[in-house]
């Protein structure tokens, strides 16, 4: 007889964003006159940008026809764009080889999938609030979650300390949800704790491409030492808008190896094991996301979703909330009004003026009294949004 897993009876009745979306379905289906103000989930809001566009219409082209038609790719990725990626890295200073970039169809989808390579009774670390796929894929697994927790004090950028324990550490930097950004001195804490006590750290780097601010690091590898303890896993969601095209990459470098096995060549015979690749169609549109004329044309998207940044702190300064990120990160975390719980806000808008967040309590215990808003919203909405809660909350 088939036995579940019983692990997934240790979760959460659904995932965080597919509660929210529940929730608010059932509010239209009740008031089917209003719009609802959307800035919960971290979902893009503008196209693919042009270069992009064009690139996917030449892989379908070069699909059309025998000479260029490609069948299976290779299953770690095409040449093309693991130089690109490689290319794209140089410009940050971190040298990496081609054969150290996997593409894959997503950073949710690898950030679980690399698990496979850890045994369970390896302890988990992480960093919290944090984004729930990281929790709840472990707890499918059955392995031990150790949260080490973040708060007002410490920016919401822990750092280990003496007794912090933990074999897998993930960290996201910009942080999903708060928006705060390690800077070198800190990460580097982080990566010399994870190479003494030899663990590893599953560097998430999807928010990149918001960091404004000289000097912060967008990749782990920009701290000496990275490559021998991290893993980094990125994405073109939010740095391009593919969150419904999927594409992202994970860097698994030469030099990591863990009880004596070479994690980069474990890697490889998972890949040619368990995919058979990203389509060729898109990896062409990806390639293009590396292009000059690609990276003009992300950064003019990514500058709309930081005026929705500023429009939305500019509201919070008024109101006198406290809140951290914005300004590096498309997520702007802010402190529930008159110590309310985060489900209560959460309501409270949603009834009121239709906005809909998420409840920071989503992204582990000690984000509840916390609120996250996403600014890939429209600008329009956003503006709208901005002025309702300034109405509501003064
Ligand atoms: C979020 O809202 O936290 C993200 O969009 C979710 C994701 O990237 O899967």
């Not at 080889?97 to 894959?104: G, I, L, M, R």
């Not at 059955?142 to 960290?171: A, C, M, Q, W």
Request: glycine share 8%.
């Amino acid at each position: 007889m088939v036995k579940p897993n019983e692990n997934y009876g240790k979760l959460k009745e659904s995932y965080l964003f597919a509660g929210i979306a529940k929730k608010t379905k059932q509010y239209l289906e009740e008031h089917p006159d209003k719009h609802l103000y959307r800035m919960g989930i971290g979902d893009v809001s503008l196209p693919l940008c042009q270069a992009v566009i064009d690139a996917l219409h030449e892989g379908v082209k070069d699909q059309a026809v025998k000479e260029s038609f490609h069948g299976y790719m290779p299953e770690c990725g095409e040449m093309f764009l693991r130089e690109a990626i490689c290319r794209h890295y140089a410009t940050r200073g971190v040298t990496l080889e081609d054969d150290e970039v996997f593409v894959s169809s997503g950073a949710k989808d690898d950030l679980a999938d690399i698990l496979d390579m850890f045994d369970v009774s390896n302890k988990i670390l992480v960093t919290e609030p944090a984004y729930p796929a990281y929790v709840d894929a472990n707890i499918m697994d059955g392995r031990e979650i150790l949260h080490l927790n973040s708060g007002i004090d410490d920016g919401f950028l822990p750092v280990p300390s003496e007794d912090t324990k933990g074999d897998i550490i993930y960290i996201c930097s910009p942080n999903n949800p708060t928006g705060a950004t390690y800077d070198r001195e800190k990460l580097k804490v982080w990566v010399d704790f994870a190479n003494k006590n030899e663990s590893i750290i599953f560097f998430d780097a999807a928010y990149e491409a918001f960091i404004e601010e000289e000097g912060i690091p967008h990749s782990i590898y920009e701290i000496e030492g990275a490559e021998t303890c991290a893993v980094e896993i990125c994405s073109l969601s939010k740095t391009a808008g593919f969150t419904g095209t999927r594409l992202g990459y994970t860097i698994v470098p030469k030099k990591l190896n863990r009880g004596g096995v070479n994690l980069n060549k474990m890697w490889v015979r998972n890949r040619t094991t368990k995919t058979n690749g990203v389509s060729y169609i898109l990896q062409k549109g990806a390639a293009a996301v590396f292009t000059p004329e690609g990276q003009k044309q992300i950064y003019e998207n990514i500058a709309v979703y930081k005026n929705n940044a500023k429009v939305l702190m500019k509201a919070f300064d008024e109101l006198d909330i406290w809140y951290c990120g914005g300004k590096n990160a498309p997520y702007i975390w802010i402190k529930c009004p008159n110590n309310m719980g985060s489900w209560e806000f959460f309501d409270y808008l949603l009834n009121e003026i239709q906005v809909v967040g998420t409840p920071g309590e989503g992204f582990g215990a000690c984000g509840e009294g916390y609120f996250r808003f996403s600014t890939f919203g429209s600008p329009e909405d956003t503006v709208e949004a901005a002025k309702r809660m300034v109405e509501l909350l003064r």
